[in-house]
């Protein structure tokens, strides 16, 4: 582990980037220049990153020691560097999405839309890199007041009555109930920080542990299990490159990413077997999977439908870590980067119909799919990989679940797992044969539908190749959640 | 200038130049702005020399006129106190840069009038901060109050009579604390503050007049720091003082009052006494200071105007740090005495906000606040900042104070205090989104005076408004950044011994 | 009983300086005319003052004004003199409360040109008009 510098560059070139953003305002392209420079340089610096990380090593930063025991520091690790790549990496193609998108519609504020973008991509990589749940705490909440403004866009009377749920959830729950937590967690172990094995064991009892384990997961909100999930449909009021990227890839991941931290790194899986605490994740994720997914079915809005599928997706990520055993693990982390890229695309598309053809409903939707056939085609192939099916990534990530399932005699959980792709499928294939083979309901509000300007396909085209890709060259992804895993 | 005369500079150099201000003043209406920026920074550079002393060389104390202690007035610089003396230093040049401003829109006739009771309050201040002397600390305090009650009456509407009702609960205070004084006179025979700290735990067989004396001089002073339920002047008195009073004394007044509840604690009696022999004591007050933190968040949430609700926030603040030093452990002090910094630091920087918006809106009705992060937005930047300390979200100070709060109630079993700290956190939040929510989303009001039409809506602050509070912005940030050294090398030395 | 009714009598002074305070306070309180709290508040603090005096008088003590000659010769008998040092913290005392009260009544001064009454009654319905 050596200390450098570099950590702290990834986080800040787009936190001080926004300076440059803010201060173009008169010129959309020298602004539009500097974010999709900043995207670019901080997929450059954290991929820089990533030798070191596979070889074993990593890297570390003191910003300021603050608390007696608990710095702010950054550090790069396997799980960070894992997370960091793909929200860096998916931020690039947003970036360009978003420019196309604010464009087409002539959005206003648009200046303010990228610098708060730019602050919260910051805060997600700053989660990643944390060294400690202090830093991660900090980092959490600019991510949460970040994005208000980037939810509440619109400024209209759905957004502000949106905007109030949505800092309620993430607010309140980290006041109230994520704090209380990370003040236990100090008193119990005398230090925040994220170790291999993690620092509580021997010093919990089974019944502390399990009331630390679920104001831990209710107090990150941000991963939307049920019930603090309300503010995600709601903040589907955003601009939908906000809704793709933020609430597809990195407000919901970051929540996600602190519970495994926190599993992996505070609990650590050896103490959680012990009190058998697993069961606490399990049963909480299988409520919120098979849940939401019955309540993806019942809705006819596109962007709260996959609001609903996000909502239960992540929670394979905390079942998969639940369950205690390495299949199931690695599943669990898997389904980020796969879900990362699949719901990236979904949302994406949602934005390409609403750009081209103004629509949100999906029973306004028939036919739509042979005027955009891109579209819908990367739409297809990205709902396959979240459904699981071969040969996109997702499969990879569920069959690891089921097989962890397995491998800790939870037959339960497979019912679960699959009971759930099954509703998966449901709610999305609709989607795509209406597309296809219905017929359009209005004749004449057809006029030039025509596909969506090439910014916008560009990058839901690539991301919807990757989740095809992630099939067939898993490798890195694997490579680092062995880390993790086992270091 | 020999070095252990800097700190007579801080006291002293505001005093000159109120007196310099009051006899020039009426023919040099110029003359206000320098001599008043010349006054405070000198001070603040006085005090930034003693604070650096303090801090390599350890405390010191200085014997005004010679007269040896314990007959003659002591001025005892330690770590606490060299700390206080260079927020106050440094809270007043930042604040008086924006009074300057606000008092030519204010009160234009009477510039040098309100400048001179301005700089001997700091004066009065800064003496508070340095005096080991029992009774000293008594008239400095009733010279900043005077100072405070003719600052208020300079308000307008209703602020001359809640300036008598200040005098009045404020003599009553300021009288108890004296009755204190004067029952430890009787007992000991002195009023030096080392000399007291010594004498007192030799004394026995005297403890119902010893504990007379301690509730007075307890209750005394909580009146003056508007602690629960002896808060009942502040809201008023607050709200209606001139904008470029109230952010000198809003920042800084219930602070230091709370120092000198420490200093009466520890440097007169010792914390054997409050928390060993009288254990039962500590949790009433601790109670107390929890139900006065919740209360005083409840009523914040009642109000309609910015000022009077920051007032209420100011009134839930002071039951933080009482309730942390009562506490009885070292975490609960070190919070409580983190939380004399940034408290000041995130009330000042709240203050100079609402000054600046009322300069550009006119009065502080949160109708009157619609869509000013379009407006203002370097002004709304900075508030924002604020509140995110209030509510205590880091990096800001405010969240640091909160944690050693935390912990410290946490250890002492304190469950009441902890929840009315999280309570007041939440509560805090809403209060703060409410007016940020207003800010962003309401349009200005079409024929609210400063919409030009036109023009574009965008009419920021004056840059004498908006300078300090950016600067204390930062600082909220930077000051949050340093609570580490700050509490190894300050505030760890301020805490008793054996703690 | 007995005891206790001559500790009371020995210390009649204290006890009418308590008396004072209880008249101030209740004048401070519970008056509404504005200028009837003030004098209460000066009650009040004089009471204060009245009792420190009386922590420095000593039986038989003289005043402590002193003649030099005598005092070079013979020294100081501390005994026979009243102790002095509350009596000048009392005429600081003094001097703040005189100055609170010169603020107090410019104060009231200006109520009285703003609302044209000094009763606190009045004057707040006059506010909420």
Not at chain 2, 201 to 213: E, K, M, S, V, Y
Not at chain 2, 280 to 302: F, N, T
Not at chain 2, 372 to 377: D, Q
Request: contains cysteine; charged residues 10%; aromatic residues 10%.
């Amino acid at each position: 582990m050596e200390n450098s510098f570099w950590p702290l560059a990834a986080v800040l070139i787009s936190l001080l980037g926004a300076v440059p953003i803010l201060l173009s305002d008169r010129r959309p392209n020298l602004r539009e220049a500097w974010t999709v420079t900043i995207a670019l340089g901080k997929f450059a610096i954290v991929a820089s990153l990533l030798p070191a990380v596979l070889a074993g090593g990593g890297y570390r930063f003191t910003l300021a020691e603050v608390l007696p025991g608990v710095p702010i520091a950054l550090r790069v690790d396997a799980m960070g560097m894992y997370f960091a790549l793909v929200a860096s990496f998916l931020w690039i193609g947003t970036s360009v999405y978003s420019i196309g998108y604010m464009r087409a519609l002539r959005e206003h504020d648009q200046t303010r839309y990228f610098a708060c973008f730019a602050v919260a991509i910051a805060a997600t990589i700053g989660v990643a890199f944390s060294e400690n749940l202090l830093t991660l705490y900090l980092f959490y909440e600019m991510l949460s007041l970040s994005t208000y403004p980037l939810v509440t866009h619109k400024q209209d009377a759905e957004a502000r009555a949106s905007g109030r749920r949505y800092l309620t959830y993430l607010l309140g729950s980290s006041v109230a109930l994520l704090l209380p937590a990370m003040i236990l967690t100090y008193i119990l172990a005398g230090t925040l920080d994220f170790t291999t094995g993690g620092i509580l064991s021997g010093r919990i009892d089974a019944s502390t542990a399990a009331v630390l384990l679920v104001l831990f997961v209710f107090g990150f909100a941000k991963a939307a299990v049920m019930p603090m999930h309300a503010w995600l449909p709601a903040a589907m009021v955003a601009p939908t490159p906000v809704s793709s990227f933020l609430h597809g890839v990195a407000v919901v991941k970051v929540g996600v990413f602190s519970i495994l931290r926190i599993v992996f790194f505070v609990f650590g899986t050896d103490l959680l077997a012990e009190l058998h605490l697993g069961v606490i994740l399990t049963a909480l994720a299988s409520v919120t999977v098979l849940g939401a997914s019955l309540v993806a079915l019942t809705q006819d809005n596109l962007k709260r439908r996959l609001a609903y599928s996000t909502i239960g997706q992540l929670s394979y990520m905390i079942l998969g870590a639940g369950m205690l055993t390495a299949a199931g693990m690695t599943g669990g982390l898997l389904h980020l980067s796969m879900h990362a890229f699949g719901k990236i695309t979904l949302f994406l598309c949602a934005g390409a119909i609403y750009i081209a053809a103004h629509k949100s409903n999906i029973s306004e939707m028939d036919g739509l799919g042979r005027r955009m056939p891109v579209t819908y085609a990367a739409f297809f192939l990205a709902s396959l990989s979240i459904i699981g099916m071969p040969p996109l990534g997702g499969f990879l990530s569920k069959w690891s679940l089921v097989v962890g399932a397995i491998d800790g005699g939870q037959l339960l959980l497979v019912a679960v797992v699959l009971v759930s792709s099954l509703l998966n499928a449901a709610y999305f294939f609709p989607i795509v044969y209406r597309g296809f083979f219905a017929r359009a309901a209005e004749e004449n509000g057809r006029e030039e539908i025509r596909e969506a300007p090439l910014l916008c396909l560009v990058p839901l085209s690539v991301t919807a190749l990757f989740c095809l890709a992630l099939f067939i060259w898993p490798s890195l992804a694997l490579e680092l959640i062995q880390k993790v895993l086992s270091p | 200038m020999s070095f252990l005369n800097l700190h007579m500079y801080a006291l002293a150099a505001p005093l000159v130049g109120a007196m310099l201000l009051f006899a020039a003043g009426r023919f040099g209406r110029r003359l206000v702005m320098p001599v008043v920026l010349a006054a405070l920074s000198l001070s603040l550079a006085a005090s930034v020399l003693v604070f650096l002393e303090v801090l390599t060389a350890g405390p010191f104390s200085y014997t005004v006129g010679n007269w040896e202690a314990p007959w003659g007035i002591e001025l005892v610089v330690d770590h606490l106190g060299a700390l206080v003396n260079l927020l106050i230093a440094s809270v007043a040049l930042t604040a008086c840069v924006s009074s300057l401003r606000r008092s030519s829109a204010e009160l234009p006739e009477r510039r040098h009038q309100f400048f001179t009771l301005y700089l001997i309050l700091i004066a009065g201040m800064h003496g508070l901060a340095l005096t080991g002397d029992a009774f000293n600390l008594y008239v400095l305090l009733e010279i900043t109050s005077i100072t405070t009650y003719g600052l208020i009456a300079l308000g307008k509407g209703r602020a001359p009579l809640s300036s008598f009702n200040y005098i009045v609960m404020g003599s009553i205070g300021a009288c108890f604390y004296l009755l204190g004084i004067g029952y430890l006179y009787i007992l000991t025979g002195t009023l030096n503050m080392a000399d007291l700290h010594r004498i007192i735990p030799l004394l026995d067989g005297r403890g119902a007049a010893l504990a007379t004396a301690f509730a007075f001089l307890m209750v005394g002073l909580w009146i003056k720091m508007a602690f629960f339920p002896l808060h009942v002047w502040l809201p008023n008195a607050y709200t209606d003082m001139p904008d470029g009073a109230a952010v000198l004394i809003a920042p800084l007044m219930t602070k230091v009052t709370v120092f000198l509840m420490i200093r009466v604690m520890f440097s007169i009696f010792s914390p054997v006494y409050e928390f060993i022999q009288h254990m039962a004591v500590q949790h009433i007050i601790v109670g107390v200071a929890s139900v006065g933190i919740v209360c005083a968040s409840a009523m914040a949430l009642g109000q309609k105007d910015l000022r009077r609700m920051l007032t209420y926030i100011i009134i839930a603040e002071v039951g933080y740090m009482v309730g942390g030093l009562w506490l009885a452990n070292a975490k609960g002090m070190t919070g409580a005495i983190l939380h004399i910094v940034n408290d000041a630091l995130m009330t000042l920087c709240l203050f100079l906000a609402a000054a600046a918006i009322a300069h550009r809106t006119g009065a502080l009705g949160f109708e009157r606040l619609g869509g000013l992060y379009r407006r203002m937005p370097l002004t709304m930047a900075a508030f924002t900042v604020g509140a995110l300390s209030m509510i205590g979200v880091p990096p800001t100070c405010g969240f640091f104070s909160k944690w050693y709060l935390l912990l410290g109630g946490i250890e002492a079993g304190q469950w009441l205090y902890v929840g009315a700290l999280i309570f007041s956190s939440l509560v805090n939040a809403v209060l703060f989104f409410r007016i940020i929510e207003i800010a962003y989303f309401r349009t200005p009001a079409e024929d609210s005076p400063v919409h030009e039409p036109g023009k574009g809506p965008r009419r920021e602050a004056p840059q004498a408004l908006l300078q300090p509070l950016v600067v204390t912005a930062a600082a909220l940030i930077g000051v949050g950044l340093a609570t580490g050294p700050l509490v190894e090398r300050v505030i760890r030395f301020a805490l008793p011994v054996g703690y | 009983m007995d005891a206790m009714l001559q500790e009371i009598v020995a210390k009649y002074n204290y006890w009418i300086y308590v008396v004072l305070m209880m008249i101030g306070f209740y004048a401070m309180i519970g008056k509404s005319n504005l200028v009837k709290k003030l004098i209460g508040m000066n009650i009040f603090q004089t009471a204060i003052i009245l009792m420190f005096i009386s922590a420095g008088v000593k039986k038989g003590g003289g005043i402590p004004i002193l003649d030099k000659q005598a005092v070079l010769e013979r020294g100081v008998e501390a005994a026979s003199i009243v102790n002095p040092l509350p009596h000048v913290l009392m005429l600081t005392a003094i001097v703040v409360s005189v100055s609170v009260t010169g603020v107090a009544l410019a104060i009231l001064q200006r109520i009285h040109g703003l609302y044209g009454s000094l009763e606190e009654d009045e004057i707040l319905e006059k506010i909420d008009r």
